[in-house]
């Protein structure tokens, strides 16, 4: 009796070492694998000018010295106030990590008006709850200043290749990289709109946008300037814009003679769409590779 309750049998103990060895083991694989990871990324903040002021920027590139091919990437909006001025990141880590791996420096501001950049908000749109007519292009102009400001800061630094640029951005992010790339900056190549648009009300009126009919008409003049390729990517369960809507936008923009390609993805599982980028990485992500691939970066 006094050898049964003495301790756990020679057997058992056995087992419980090799246990703990295997998660040991385990710790140290992962642990080995992010100090990898980090080795091979380099993140920094740095201040991009604007105007009179210096806008908070994330860079995010590949550890060496370059010269990187770079994404310019282009936040979307919070719907309200409180959001927009706490604005953690102006760019998901995983969205981030998805360029860095194929090789991309990312540079991504802090527009004004959010986040550390702060300021005055530029983009607001002046029509609550659309009583009066939305001024599109002054929100579009006001969201590609920004972006051509970091393409002109990343063409100055030793590590980025300046003719090698991608403008990236969602909601009405993607709508400023629309803007910046009607004006034909020297270096940029392409451009990926994650869910563009702008007016959007999802809580008053989900999937039914202001005035998108004016939204139409500004992306039929983009469409007229703008002769580098682009991938258009919206989800068909986007709570801003509607399936349709996004559909027509395009057929507007394409009728101009601009080189895109459009796709509808399946709902994104769970959320609004219009959070496609952010939550829908397996529906857009090998449409993305392919795009890429395709410009022989």
């Not at 500004?218 to 989800?235: Q, V």
């Not at 509808?264 to 590779?289: E, F, H, S, Y």
Request: proline share 8%; charged share 20%; with cysteine.
């Amino acid at each position: 009796m006094a050898d049964s309750m003495s301790g756990p049998r020679p057997a058992g103990r056995h087992r419980f070492r090799a246990v703990r060895a295997i998660v040991a083991a385990c710790a140290l694989v992962l642990a080995l694998a992010g100090l990898a990871e980090a080795q091979d990324r380099v993140s920094d903040t740095v201040r991009i000018p604007l105007d009179r002021i210096e806008m908070t920027t994330e860079l995010h590139r590949p550890a060496g010295p370059g010269p990187f091919p770079v994404v310019v990437f282009a936040h979307g909006r919070p719907v309200d106030h409180h959001g927009r001025t706490a604005l953690a990141r102006s760019i998901p880590r995983d969205q981030a990590a998805f360029w860095v791996r194929r090789g991309f420096a990312v540079v991504a501001p802090f527009r004004p008006g959010y986040g550390p950049t702060g300021g005055t908000d530029v983009e607001a749109l002046h029509a609550r709850n659309c009583e009066r007519t939305p001024d599109y292009r002054r929100i579009a102009e006001a969201a590609g200043r920004p972006v051509e400001a970091a393409i002109a800061w990343a063409q100055q630094q030793p590590w980025a290749r300046r003719d090698r640029i991608l403008l990236v951005g969602t909601s009405v992010g993607a709508l400023g990289i629309l803007a910046a790339a009607a004006r034909q900056p020297e270096g940029v190549v392409a451009y990926v709109d994650f869910s563009g648009g702008a007016g959007a009300l999802p809580r008053q009126s989900p999937g039914r946008s202001c005035r998108p009919d004016i939204v139409t008409a500004l992306f039929a003049e983009y469409g007229r300037s703008i002769r580098i390729p682009g991938l258009w990517l919206y989800a068909e369960n986007d709570l801003a814009w509607g399936p349709e809507v996004p559909k027509t936008w395009h057929k507007a923009f394409a009728e101009g003679g601009a080189r895109s390609s459009f796709v509808m993805t399946p709902a994104v599982p769970g959320v609004d769409g219009n959070l496609l980028m952010l939550r829908g990485q397996k529906l857009w992500a090998p449409i993305v590779r392919g795009f890429i691939a395709s410009l022989m970066f």
